[in-house]
Each structure stands twice: as C-alpha cells, then as structure tokens.
C-alpha cells in the first residue's frame, strides 16, 4: 500500500478536548521515533520499534485475508487502504480512547478509514477488528444492507478474528458472549422487529440484544437456506430496496403474512438450542514482505494525537491549547495546529490560514483550510479554487472530493458536482455524509428517485453510535427530498404491521 499523503480535514476539532494522562515526549522532545510503517492493505502510524510494527502488520494482513476469505468467494477489490494508529502503550492508547473500549474503528467522515489501538492484539482486539472489516469490505459490495444483515455478518465474523495462522479457516463458530446472552435472554428481539431495526434511540431492546438476534438469522438463513440467502444478497447488491429483497427471497416470510415471521420466529428457537453448523475455507497466502518504511516528523506526531483529542476522556482545554502550541513550536505553519488555533483565541481564520498555505503549499490541509476560512459570496472564486486544490493534491482521498462537490453545489453548479461526488462515494460507500451530499447534488438535478434511494442508504450506514438528532436530521433530508420532487411518501414502512392474531 502506498504510504499516503497527510489526510484532509473535512471538519473542526472542537476545542473542549482532553490531554494525555501521561507525560509524553514527542520525538522532537526525546521520545520515541513515529514512522509509517505500510503494507498491502494498511499503513500503520506508530511509535512502536520497526519490527515490532511489521509484527503487527502482518497480523492485521492475516485477519484481513481471514475475513474476506470467509466472507467472498472472489474477494472484492480494495477501494481503499485502513489507516491503524498503534500506540507503543496501554496508557498512551487510552488518552485517546473512549472509556472501556479496547480498540476502535473510525470511518464514516470519508478520510481513510482508521483503526486505533494500542501495540498488541489481544483476543477482544481481533474480534473488534474482525467485526469492523466485514463492514468494510460489505460496503464496496452491497448497496443497501439492512442493519440487522451487516451486523449479523459482522457478528459471524468475530470468532474469525480469534483463529491461528493455518491454512484452513473454520467459519461460523458462535460468538460465545453473543451466545450466552442470547440464550439467557428473557425476551428475545423478534424477527418483526429485528427487519425494521434501525439502530440508535428508536430500538427497543439494549443494541447488544440485537447484535445477538441479527448474528441468528444471519447464521440460520445462512446455512438452513442458503440458496435462498445467495438470492437475498444478489438483490441486495443489485440496490434493491431490503423489504423488496426479503419478499423476493423469502416470500413465505413476507412481514404482510399472517404469523410468517412468528413461524421463523420458532424455527429460530429450536435452532438456537442445536451446536451451531460451520464450514471450513482455505485462507490464501498472506502477505509477509517487507514494510515500506518512513518516518513521521515531531509535528504530524501532535498531529495524529489532535485528530484523535476528543474520542478520549475530558482532562480540560488547557492540555489542548499545549499540544497545539507544542506543534506551532515544531512547525510554525502547520495546517492544523494554526486551525485549532484559531478556534482556540478567536483569531482571524484567514491570514493563519494564508500563512499555512505558504508554508505548506502541496498539503491539502492547507488549502481545505483556508476554504473554510473564506466565507461570503465575495470570496466565491477563491475559496471553489482551494477546494479544487486541495482535491489534486489529496488524490484519491473522498473527504476533499465531498468538499469540493457541496462546494460546487452551493455555487448552483449540481452538474459538475455530480461527478466528484460520485467519485467520492464509489471511494468512501460507507460514508453517511458522502451519500448524503450525493443524495443533495441528484435532488438538485431533479433526480428523485436516485436521490431517494441514495438518501435512504446513507440512513442504512449510519453507525449505531449516532445520535438520534444526527438520525433524525437524515430522515428529514429524506422526506425534503420527496417533497421537493413532489415524490410520494416513503413507501417503506417505519414499524411491520402487527401480526394477526
């Protein structure tokens, strides 16, 4: 994997973030080294020894070819490579991390997507990263997933991430805490409900409960239908809409029967109480070369540790105006330092962000900065150059190409934005706002039912995690959408009606 260019910031740090809870020396200072150490499918960006990085990445190579191998009979092609910060400690990791998470998994903005974590992985490390792979590579395939199909095969994908290195893959082991649960659980999420999940605030169950509930279906349709689930996932591949997939594929299960679904529903019973089947994959040859190696300067080190401030604890906005100053002393140009800066004292945005670009003239950052800077009709012109620039120099990389194009778009220009943002979406297919920018520039061509259906995939990918005004704010795009192109309500029902009695 080439080793990249700097990732382009597509929004503002706040500026109520956290420092570390430990003293840290960056290399500038005497700490250790960070470099980029790269492989086939990702560029680790760590301060862990060079042999000790290669360690990891060839674990990381090796979980990769376990799940695609047991996901795909032909594996996809990659669109894009994973970013992994590592940190050389536990306690350096968990300055940047959300409370009891052990490892994380950062892709919806349209950057690269990010693993964060620290030096080591351990037996929940893999099985997180296992999970978060599926969807990944589900994304460059499928283009609708309900939310109880890609969690169910993300689940199925867990016990994956916990096998050695041989050279055949056992897939569709339980997930043992998935399991337990499941069986312990006085009121299971049924089918009706589980068809209709969306996630966040609206679920009615704790999300683990549905976790579990998607991880049985999935394995049930899997291995009891299978034929029947090839036609369910060519649906969905094809973008039909999941309702429309699920009678195609399992017409006597059609929510709008009488007690279908309260027969699967028993089905799944009796074989939650069985050993669950599993099969065996063979797992190509992984890679094992040697990594390109580079190192990072001090500052891009404050850098990293920025992007990352606010998924750890709160330790006080003092600690954040440090760093920030500490990476001013390193590189009194660097783009995002003087961005935090500015938000930081109130200074005027644009001569900092000038002054980024003329020390920094082919970093992307410093032209997506100073297009931010330039507000009002005024500084149309300019500020539509900076994101093109910025677009060229960050190649490849969807986070500028959905900058430019919602740039293009309030310009009035829907058409030449329909081709950047297209671009940025083929790229990113798992990014929420990329499709909902996308879903903007078709409505804006008149494009209805395209804009629709791309609106309502952005809903399907929006991460469980999201809140519900967050949720709530892409539902009513949705419905603007339909509004605005005199469309008919939407036709897929928000609950299943009740089953008849």
């Known amino acids: 994997m080439r080793l990249p260019n700097a990732a382009v910031m597509a929004v503002l740090v706040a500026a109520t973030g956290c420092a570390t809870g430990t003293a840290f020396l960056c290399p500038a200072r005497g700490g250790p080294a960070w470099r980029d150490v790269g492989s086939d499918h990702f560029v680790l960006r760590t301060d862990l020894e060079v042999r000790d990085a290669s360690k990891l990445l060839a674990r990381l190579e090796r979980l990769r070819t376990a799940v695609v191998s047991a996901l795909f009979d032909e594996v996809p092609a990659s669109r894009s ?11 350096e990791y968990r300055a940047f991390a959300p409370p009891g998470v052990d490892a994380y998994y950062l892709r919806s903005a349209g950057g690269p997507p990010r693993i964060v974590l620290s030096g080591q992985l351990d037996s929940r490390q893999r099985a997180m990263l296992a999970h978060e792979l599926t969807h990944h590579y589900l994304s460059s395939v499928f283009l ?4 109880w199909f890609s969690e169910g095969l993300a689940t199925l994908m867990e016990p994956v991430g916990d096998q050695g290195d041989g050279p055949l893959l056992k897939v569709g082991q339980a997930p043992a805490s998935r399991l337990a649960r499941l069986r312990n659980s006085a009121y299971r999420v049924t089918t009706r409900e589980l068809l209709v999940w969306e996630g966040g605030q609206t679920a009615t169950h704790p999300a683990l409960d549905y976790y579990g509930a998607s991880w049985l279906l999935v394995h049930y349709l899997a291995y009891r239908t299978p034929e029947r689930f090839a036609e369910l996932q060519r649906r969905l591949v094809r973008g039909e809409s999941p309702e429309a997939a699920w009678r195609g594929a399992y017409p006597d299960w059609d929510p709008a029967r009488p007690r279908a679904l309260e027969a699967l529903d028993l089905a799944l019973e009796t074989y939650l109480g069985a050993e669950a089947q599993t099969r065996y994959r063979q797992v190509p040859e992984t890679w094992h070369q040697e990594p390109a190696v580079r190192a990072i300067v001090p500052a891009e080190v404050h850098a990293i540790r920025l992007a990352l401030w606010n998924q750890g604890p709160d330790k006080g906005a003092s600690a954040l105006r440090a760093e920030v100053s500490e990476a001013l002393s390193e590189d009194p140009d660097h783009p995002l330092a003087l961005q935090l800066k ?30 931010f800077a330039l507000k009002g009709e005024e500084n149309d012109a300019e500020r539509l150059l900076a994101y093109r620039t910025a677009a060229t120099l960050a190649e490849g990389n969807a986070a500028a190409l959905h900058n430019l194009s919602i740039e ?18 083929r790229l990113a297919p798992w ?8 879903a903007a520039v078709l409505a804006d061509l008149g494009r209805c039912a395209q804009a629709a259906e791309v609106q309502q995939r952005a809903l399907e990918v929006l991460p469980e995690r999201s809140g519900q005004a967050a949720r709530q704010a892409f539902k009513d795009r949705l419905r603007q959408i339909r509004v605005q192109c005199r469309m008919p309500p939407d036709p897929s029902p928000t609950s299943s009606p009740p089953s008849a009695r």
């Open 81 to 91: 490579g994973v970013e992994v910060v590592a940190f050389r400690t536990e306690a």
């Open 431 to 438: 990014s929420p706002p990329l499709l909902d920018g996308y």
């Open 144 to 147: 609708r997933q309900p939310r």
């Open 408 to 425: 293009l778009l309030a310009q009035g220009r829907s058409g030449e934005a329909l081709p950047v943002t297209r671009e940025a979406v």
């Open 342 to 371: 500015a938000t930081l004292t109130g200074e005027p945005t644009i001569p900092l962000a000038r002054r980024a670009v003329r020390g920094h003239p082919d970093d992307p950052r410093a032209w997506t900065f100073l297009a």
